[in-house]
Structure formats: structure tokens, C-alpha cells
């Protein structure tokens, strides 16, 4: 029986005595508070006034519009008048050969052929193997085939530049060595 009563009674010595010490630190933090708290002022910024709108008046509404679709038509033909490169538009309407639905990069020279003197070039797309003759057109830029040698087959480019006029660039499609 004494052993029953003494367990009770340590903690009840044990849980007065930490309510005792836990008090006084309390205090003395409520009191900290309350000083910080009279000391903090809250300062707020004064507000600076808005902007005065003042509208602007667009002087140039009677002037020429920079941007007149007319006024650039006039200007773009002088220009191309000034340019005068002499290269005439392509003809378009003539039929349209095989190798001409093509980018130029996917084509591949693989060789060459003789027949009856006259050089013959062999390029691959995809995994046929098309002749090509020398003024054939090749290509999506309107390429004419301008010569055929054993290494290359020189090609003629017709593309529009920015302006719109016609010009002429000079291509290969070299000899692609077979993987072994």
C-alpha cells in the first residue's frame, strides 16, 4: 500500500514543481511582448499624387499615310525598275517533270551513263533511280540541269527574292559514294 500512494504523489510533486518554473519565464515574455509592441509604430508611406493626363494631339492627320498599300506599290516598282537584273519570270505552265516534286537536298547523284554520246546522270530519291539529260529540271526551285560530269551535275536555281524579282543561283548535286 505504501507503494501505491507514493507514485501518485511523485507526480504530483513532479507536476507542480515544472508548473511553478514555466510561470515565471511567461511573465517575463508577456512583459517582453507588451515593450516591442508599444516601441513598433507602424509607418506608412505617404501615397504620391497620380500623373496628369495630358492627351496628345496628332498633328499628322492630313499628311501622306507611310503605310498606303498604294505608296508601297509605287515605291516597290521603282525599285524593281531600278533593279533591272534582266532575268526573266520562268515559264510556269510547262509540264512539270518528276523529279521537280523533290527537295533538292533529298536528291542523290549515284552515278553516271553513256548512251548513244550523250552522259546521262543517275540520281536516287527514296530508293529509285531516275536518268536525268542534260537542260531536265530538278528540284522545287525550278533547277535546270546545266551540265553533267563524272563528280557533279551542275543545276540552275530560278527562286524570287524579297522584292519579287527573279534570280538565278548556282548549284551541285555531287557524286554521293556508295556505304560499304
Request: proline share 6%.
Amino acid at each position: 500500500m505504501k507503494r501505491i500512494l507514493v507514485r501518485p504523489l511523485t507526480y504530483m510533486m513532479l507536476v507542480i514543481s515544472l508548473t511553478a518554473c514555466g510561470e515565471g519565464e511567461e511573465t517575463e515574455l508577456r512583459a517582453w511582448m507588451d515593450a516591442e509592441q508599444k516601441q513598433a509604430r507602424p509607418g506608412v508611406p505617404k501615397i504620391s499624387p497620380p500623373k496628369v493626363y495630358v492627351p496628345f494631339a496628332y498633328a499628322g492627320k492630313g499628311e501622306v499615310d507611310p503605310f498606303d498599300p498604294a505608296k508601297l506599290l509605287v515605291v516597290l516598282a521603282r525599285i524593281k525598275a531600278e533593279s533591272g537584273n534582266g532575268i526573266k519570270a520562268p515559264n510556269l505552265d510547262r509540264p512539270r517533270e518528276a523529279l521537280e516534286a523533290f527537295p533538292l537536298d533529298s536528291l542523290k547523284m549515284v552515278g553516271t551513263i553513256e548512251k548513244n554520246k550523250m552522259v546521262y546522270g543517275l540520281v536516287q530519291v527514296d530508293k529509285t533511280v531516275y536518268q536525268v539529260k542534260l537542260g531536265a529540271y530538278l528540284g522545287q526551285n525550278l533547277g535546270l540541269i546545266t551540265s553533267i560530269s563524272e563528280n557533279a551535275i551542275d543545276i540552275k536555281e530560278t527562286v524570287q527574292d524579297a522584292a519579287g524579282d527573279w534570280t538565278e543561283r548556282q548549284t551541285k548535286l555531287e557524286l554521293q559514294e556508295a556505304k560499304k
